[in-house]
């Protein structure tokens, strides 16, 4: 399978696997610097803007993310050629996690006034072990390549529209177009549902796949290379 990957995917797979690697057995510390924090977080660091979609929560969370890179990354990246493939899984990974930050902060202006909240104006009287620990509970960080993996699924169902999956559930080929419409709308019913026991960011699934359909569609538009 790793020696079928193209050059950047191939990359790709590798870089996500050090992370975990430093992350979760090498320097645990590491992870709470380099996952995706809210900006007014008092964990937030600029590069987490980047660093955040290397990263990710357990093995399965990896090995789904990077078995989808390699499906369908390595088949765009054979037509795009790998500058602009890796252009376009960069920015959908960046765009997945702007309309993630967007929902979150919209949600601390309903509860609180103000999109950049901060645990001392809100709880003038815990002390800073406190504060920390109210932080850790209002700032969930957000980590993994699934945005990028999206804008990827979105990508090939535009490309490949009639290419047949063959999928676990349902248990029948299915074109890829009606898979990433499916896939799309149960991201969206989940995203609206906002079940507080759900601690995937569907919002940034969903942000991947928009910001890949203005990408494509500014391709397109310019008459750039585009199979």
Not at 31 to 55: D, E, K
Not at 58 to 87: C, D, I, P, T, Y
Not at 116 to 141: D, T
Request: charged share 10%; glycine share 10%; with cysteine.
């Amino acid at each position: 399978m790793f020696s079928q990957a193209t050059p950047v995917v191939r990359n790709l797979l590798i870089v996500n696997g050090i992370f975990y690697l430093v992350t979760h057995v090498l320097f645990t510390d590491l992870a709470g610097v380099l996952a995706g924090y809210y900006p007014s977080s008092p964990q937030f660091q600029p590069w987490q803007v980047i660093t955040h979609m290397f990263m990710h929560a357990g093995l399965g969370h990896l090995f789904f993310n990077m078995f989808a890179l390699f499906m369908f990354g390595s088949q765009l990246e054979r037509v795009w050629g790998a500058k602009r493939f890796l252009n376009y899984y960069l920015a959908c990974g960046l765009g997945a996690f702007f309309l993630h930050e967007i929902v979150v902060g919209y949600g601390f202006y309903a509860t609180y006034g103000t999109w950049f909240p901060r645990v001392e104006e809100i709880y003038p009287n815990l002390g800073y072990s406190a504060s920390m620990a109210q932080a850790r509970n209002m700032f969930i960080p957000v980590v993994g390549a699934s945005g990028a993996v999206f804008g990827l699924l979105l990508g090939f169902g535009m490309l490949f529209p009639n290419t047949r999956l063959r999928l676990l559930f349902p248990p029948v080929p299915i074109k890829a177009r009606y898979f990433v419409l499916g896939y799309g709308a149960l991201e969206l019913m989940l995203a609206l549902d906002n079940n507080p026991g759900d601690n995937v960011a569907h919002f940034a699934h969903l942000g991947g796949m928009i910001f890949g359909y203005i990408l494509l569609k500014k391709w397109q538009k310019d008459r750039e290379v585009f199979y």
